[in-house]
């Protein structure tokens, strides 16, 4: 199956930074989304971005298809962006694949 | 709002018990609904794959006597954890899509954390 890898598994941030997380995937697919896991499971959905760039608020994001990967960047972090941040992507059978996670602190 | 909802949110049971647990698209019909396995501190792991009016497609490794799945209506699915174990204590969560095609997303429900006890 699809393989998809996140990186970096971790992250810890001051309040006010910014970073980029990434999503690599190792074949075509016809759907990327990423979502936000917050502390009580919840999963939000952040962005549906098979291709092209998206913002919305601080937060924004590129996949770029035929290089097999995505973007998200958090601008001017907030401690309510902690949390565990999917990708997770879908080939032709409406299953999605998700990633390990990057897993972001954000400390006041 | 959500679209997606999912009952009981959180649930303790003793072993050798079932506990159905249910998701409902709010205000769309989804003729195909997923169920999601989460441990702790680790990804969603598909479990299977809920059509309405016909069986479920169950992914590799899951076992579909343990895991009951009924789509009885294009707006339910419930997922039936039948004799439960410790073991089966997780964070299961649904999906549904309002799509025809592949160019809309899927939406979560909140999730069931479910300990057995």
């Known amino acids: 199956g699809i393989q998809v890898e996140q990186s970096p598994p971790d992250l810890i941030l001051q309040e006010g930074a910014n970073s980029t997380l990434r999503c690599n995937f190792s074949d075509s697919v016809n759907n990327l989304q990423w979502f936000h896991q917050n502390p009580w499971g919840q999963l939000i959905n952040l962005f549906y971005?098979?291709?092209g760039t998206k913002q919305n608020g601080r937060l924004s994001a590129t996949t770029v298809a035929t290089e097999r990967y995505s973007l998200l960047y958090i601008s001017s972090s907030q401690t309510t962006d902690s949390g565990v941040y999917f990708c997770a992507v879908e080939q032709d059978d409406y299953k999605l694949s998700f990633g390990a996670g990057t897993t972001v602190t954000v400390r006041a | 709002g959500a679209v997606v909802s999912q009952h009981p949110s959180r649930v303790i049971c003793k072993s050798g018990t079932s506990v159905k647990i249910e998701c409902r698209s709010l205000d769309f019909q989804a003729t195909t609904m997923f169920w999601y396995r989460q441990f702790p501190k680790q990804s969603l792991m598909l479990m299977a794959t809920?059509?309405?009016?016909?069986?479920?497609?169950?992914e590799q490794g899951v076992e579909k006597d343990k895991f009951l799945i009924n789509h009885a209506s294009l707006t339910l699915s419930t997922l039936t954890v039948t004799s439960a174990h410790p073991e089966d204590s997780s964070f299961y969560i649904c999906?549904?899509?309002?799509?025809?095609?592949?160019?809309?997303?899927?939406?979560f429900g909140n999730g069931t954390r479910l300990t057995v006890t």
């Open positions: 809920s059509n309405e009016g016909s069986k479920a497609t169950y």
């Open positions: 971005i098979p291709s």
């Open positions: 999906s549904a899509s309002r799509r025809s095609s592949y160019n809309s997303p899927l939406h």
